[in-house]
C-alpha cells in the first residue's frame, strides 16, 4: 500500500465523518468504501515491488531513518471533532470490552497482586498488528478488536481510521497539563525485510516510535542492549522492561512504555503515613492525601459496595470502587463490566465527603501473549499468524510487552491541620471515607470519556 493510498483512506476518513445527513452505522466509519476497494485491488495487481525498511541496528547511536520518520508524526487530527462522536464512542465500547477482557485474565493469574493496565494502549497494539495482518490473521484480529467478521473489502475494517481515531485521545491527553510520555518500540531481527509502508503507516500514530534491528540468537547480549535502550528513551523512569528472549521464538519483539503522573484537584499531603490494609490481618504505612468537597458518590448495599468520582487535571477523573459491609474486592471483580460504569454514572448524586486516599506509585509489565495465551488464542499473534504486510519472511512474534509507570499525587504541600480544600462548601458534616483497603480504579479522558487505566491496588506503592 502506498503512501497516495494512505492518503487517499484518510481524506475518505474525514469526509465521511465530517458528514451528517443521515444515520451511518458507526462500523461504517472504520470500514473500507468503495472506491478504497477498487483502488487496492488494482495495487494488488501491481508488479511494483513493496519498499523495504532497513533498521539501524540497536548498536549504533544515531539513525538518519528515524530523523526522517520524524515527519510523519505531523498527521493533522485537528479537523476532526471528537466531541459527540459515534465513532468515537462505538470504539471506545470496544476498547473498554478488549480492556476488560484483559483485566479479567490478569485478575485471575495474579490474584493477591496489584492489576494495572492501559485498554487504550492494547487496543492500539493489537490494532497495529492487525495493520500489518493478511488472510485469516486479519480476519481473527478484526473480530477480537470487536467488529464483525468481514465477508468482503467493504466490511474488512481499515486499520487506519483505527489508530487515527486513537492518535485523537491521545492527542487531547497531550494538550493538557499533565506529565505524560509514551513510547513504542518494534525490534526486529538483522535480514529480515520489514515493509516501508507498514512503518511509515504506524509512525503518525505513536508519540515516539523506535524500530532497531537486534541479534535475538544471544538472548543474554539482547535483552541487556533493549533493556538500555528502552531505559534510556523512558529518562531512566522504567525499570527493565524485559527478563528473558527466547531466541527460538522471537524475530520480532514490540513493546509499550506509559508514564502518566496525575494530581488529585485540590488534595493535599497527611504528615504522617496512615495504615493501608492489604489483608484482613496485614497492614503497610503508605502516604496519603486529602480532600474535602462535592464529589459525585454512589453507595449501593445490595451489591455492597461504593462508588466515588474524583476529579483529576483538566477535566480527567478517575472512579474508586470499594467494598462495603464486609463484602470483597474478589466478589466485585467477577462482575465487573463497561455495563457497571455506565450503572454507576446515572446513580451518583452529590455528597460533601472528607476522602483520603493512598498516594500511588505502580509500575506494571506485562507480556501480551502471555494473556492470550491464558485466552486459549495463542494463535492469534502465534507463529503461525500471517504477517506478509509486515515482512516478506515469516515472522516469530515474540514478547509483546506493554509497561505502565503510574502516579497519583496531590496537587498541593502538606498540610498542618484538616482544611476545605474544594471550591464547593457545605455547612453540613462531611462524610468521612478513607480508602485504606484494596480498591478498584479506572481512570478516564474527560472529553471523550475513553477509559485510559484499569487497576486493582493491592500495594499502592508496587506492583508485580
Not at 533498521?55 to 515527519?71: H, N, Q, R
Not at 462522536?85 to 462505538?90: A, C, I, N, W, Y
Not at 463490566?337 to 493512598?358: C, D, E, G
Amino acid at each position: 500500500m502506498t503512501s497516495n493510498l494512505t492518503l487517499l483512506i484518510l481524506t475518505t476518513y474525514i469526509i465521511l465523518t465530517a458528514a451528517n445527513r443521515v444515520y451511518v452505522h458507526p462500523f461504517h466509519f472504520f470500514a473500507y468504501n468503495k472506491s478504497i476497494c477498487d483502488e487496492m485491488e488494482r495495487q494488488n495487481q501491481s508488479t511494483q515491488e513493496e519498499k523495504v525498511f532497513i533498521p539501524i541496528s540497536l548498536e549504533t547511536s544515531a539513525s538518519p531513518d528515524e530523523e526522517s520518520m520524524k515527519d510523519l508524526h505531523s498527521l493533522d487530527t485537528q479537523s476532526l471533532n471528537v466531541k459527540n462522536k459515534p465513532s468515537l464512542t462505538f470504539l471506545t465500547e470496544l476498547m473498554q470490552e478488549v480492556g476488560f477482557r484483559h483485566f479479567n485474565v490478569l485478575r485471575k493469574s495474579h490474584k493477591r497482586e496489584t492489576v494495572f493496565l492501559s485498554p487504550i494502549t492494547i487496543y492500539a497494539t493489537l490494532a497495529s498488528f492487525y495493520l500489518g495482518a493478511s488472510k485469516q490473521t486479519s480476519d481473527d484480529l478484526q473480530v477480537f478488536l470487536g467488529f464483525t467478521t468481514p465477508s468482503d473489502c467493504t466490511s474488512r475494517v481499515d486499520g487506519h481510521k483505527v489508530l487515527l481515531t486513537l492518535k485523537i485521545i491521545n492527542d487531547l491527553l497531550l494538550s493538557k497539563d499533565i506529565d505524560i510520555s509514551k513510547k513504542t518500540f518494534l525490534f526486529i531481527a538483522p535480514g529480515v525485510h520489514i515493509s516501508e509502508t507498514f512503518v511509515h503507516d504506524l509512525v503518525p500514530s505513536f508519540d515516539s516510535f523506535y524500530v532497531r534491528s537486534i541479534d535475538f540468537t544471544n538472548s543474554d547480549r539482547a535483552k541487556e542492549l533493549i533493556n538500555a535502550f528502552c531505559e534510556a528513551r523512558t529518562f531512566k523512569r522504567s525499570n527493565k522492561i524485559l527478563t528473558s528472549v527466547n531466541p527460538s521464538t522471537t524475530t520480532l519483539l514490540f513493546a509499550n512504555y506509559i508514564y502518566f503522573k496525575v494530581k488529585v484537584k485540590n488534595a493535599l499531603h497527611l504528615n504522617e503515613p496512615q495504615d493501608f490494609w492489604i489483608d484482613v490481618d496485614k497492614k503497610i504505612s503508605v502516604p496519603m492525601i486529602s480532600i474535602t468537597g462535592m464529589f459525585h458518590y454512589t453507595r449501593d448495599d445490595k451489591e455492597n459496595l461504593s462508588v466515588i468520582r474524583v476529579p483529576l487535571s483538566k477535566n480527567d477523573f478517575l472512579f474508586l470502587v470499594q467494598p462495603i459491609n464486609g463484602n470483597n474486592l474478589q466478589r466485585i471483580e467477577s462482575s465487573l463490566s463497561r455495563v457497571s460504569f455506565q450503572t454507576w454514572w446515572t446513580q451518583f448524586s452529590n455528597r460533601y465527603i472528607n476522602l483520603t486516599l493512598p498516594k500511588l506509585t505502580i509500575e506494571t509489565s506485562y507480556d501480551l501473549q502471555e494473556v492470550l495465551r491464558d485466552m486459549n488464542l495463542s494463535t492469534l499473534l502465534g507463529e503461525t499468524a500471517d504477517f506478509s504486510k509486515i515482512s516478506d519472511a515469516p515472522l516469530k512474534v515474540g514478547k509483546v510487552i506493554n509497561q505502565i509507570h503510574f502516579e497519583l499525587d496531590s496537587s498541593s504541600s502538606e498540610m498542618e491541620h484538616p482544611q476545605d480544600a474544594s471550591e464547593e462548601k457545605s455547612d453540613a458534616e462531611p462524610l468521612e471515607i478513607k480508602v485504606d483497603n484494596p480498591f478498584l480504579l479506572a481512570v478516564f479522558e474527560g472529553t471523550s470519556k475513553v477509559l485510559l487505566f484499569l487497576a486493582r491496588v493491592i500495594y499502592p506503592l508496587s506492583a508485580f
